[in-house]
């Protein structure tokens, strides 16, 4: 079936270091797709989508990167800080009414 | 705006016993939706609704029962509980309109452990 997948389960980064998540998704016809933050106890969290008629969109300290070639999707976070120790998803979905499809999520642990 | 809130936060069920976890939004949203998150398999969508009085099946609609009797709330029943139904509930909402970039907000979650 298709679905939308994390590469990595658990990333560890240094405090002031940059921050890279990816996910691969296999359903061509999505044409939207978000990141969220999920930190712990908490509900999912909005952070940036992108379109796909676009490669790339900013936000502040966070940049999503979106390669249709390879059905690829990537987040990087600049000078990670502690307070963006969570795991993150990122989810796809195809048309207006479509429904949120999600990957499996990605542990980003930050250190001192 | 209060946003998406649910109720209990934490509920503890024998198996066979009913309940319903309440979802409420006071954005006005069209579109609202239950997931389940369990350990390592991200959120997976049980039933959803695109307006007042529509529902439908998501992924993983089998034991739960859902109704959508005003724009505002959006309760997920279930019948008979089953211990493999114990996991993570989330309601989310969004505008529902003809937006492709019509983003889901989510709920702080009901924790349901099942014995």
């Known amino acids: 079936g298709e679905s939308v997948g994390l590469h990595l389960p658990t990333l560890s980064v240094q405090e002031g270091d940059n921050s890279i998540i990816n996910c691969a998704y296999s359903n061509s016809a999505s044409d939207y797709f978000i990141w969220y933050k999920q930190e712990s106890g908490k509900g999912p969290q909005f952070i940036i989508d992108?379109?796909?008629?676009?490669d790339k969109r900013q936000g502040q300290r966070v940049t999503v990167l979106l390669n249709k070639t390879v059905k690829h999707l990537s987040l990087q976070i600049a000078a990670t800080q502690p307070g963006d120790s969570a795991v993150y998803f990122c989810?796809?979905?195809?048309?207006?009414?479509?429904?949120?499809?999600f990957g499996a999520g990605t542990q980003v642990v930050v250190t001192p | 705006n209060a946003g998406v809130t649910q109720t209990p936060k934490f509920q503890v069920l024998k198996t066979g016993q009913s309940m319903t976890l309440q979802c409420a939004q006071d954005?006005?949203?069209?579109?609202m939706s239950w997931y389940r998150q369990d350990p390592g398999m991200g959120l997976r969508l049980i039933h959803y609704s695109v307006g007042a009085g529509i529902t439908d099946q998501g992924e993983v609609p089998n034991g739960y029962n859902v109704s959508r009797s005003t724009t505002e709330d959006f309760p997920l029943r279930l019948l008979s509980a089953a211990p493999s139904q114990t996991s993570v509930y989330f309601c989310?909402?969004?505008?529902?309109?003809?937006?492709?970039?019509?983003?889901?907000?989510f709920g702080p979650g009901t924790r349901l452990t099942v014995l």
């Open positions: 954005m006005n949203h069209e579109y």
């Open positions: 989810a796809e979905k195809g048309g207006s009414w479509g429904k949120l499809q």
């Open positions: 992108i379109r796909s008629n676009m």
């Open positions: 989310a909402s969004s505008y529902g309109r003809a937006a492709i970039t019509d983003t889901q907000y």
